[in-house]
């Protein structure tokens, strides 16, 4: 499971845990978000089966690109 996957479900165990809440509409476990499903139901049909590592599939070069970036210690120009 990728990153933002794990935390937003991780979120919404917490949220759970923490005291009463509207429950999703699906499921009834989990705070629904806004009247919607929550992350749990949503993710089944749609975030998890797009989501590279989920599917246990390789990132793509753009995304490895950028997180090289984004992860590089010296700092970048501005022009």
Not at 8 to 27: D, N, V
Not at 53 to 64: A, D, Y
Request: charged share 25%.
């Amino acid at each position: 499971m990728c990153i933002i996957c794990e935390h937003q479900l991780c979120e919404e165990h917490r949220s759970a845990e923490t005291g009463p809440f509207e429950p999703c509409p699906q499921c009834g476990k989990f705070p629904s978000n806004e009247g919607q499903p929550c992350y749990h139901c949503f993710s089944v049909g749609n975030t998890i089966d797009e989501c590279a590592e989920c599917l246990g599939k390789p990132w793509s070069e753009e995304f490895l690109r950028t997180k090289a970036e984004v992860e590089n210690d010296s700092p970048t120009s501005i022009h």
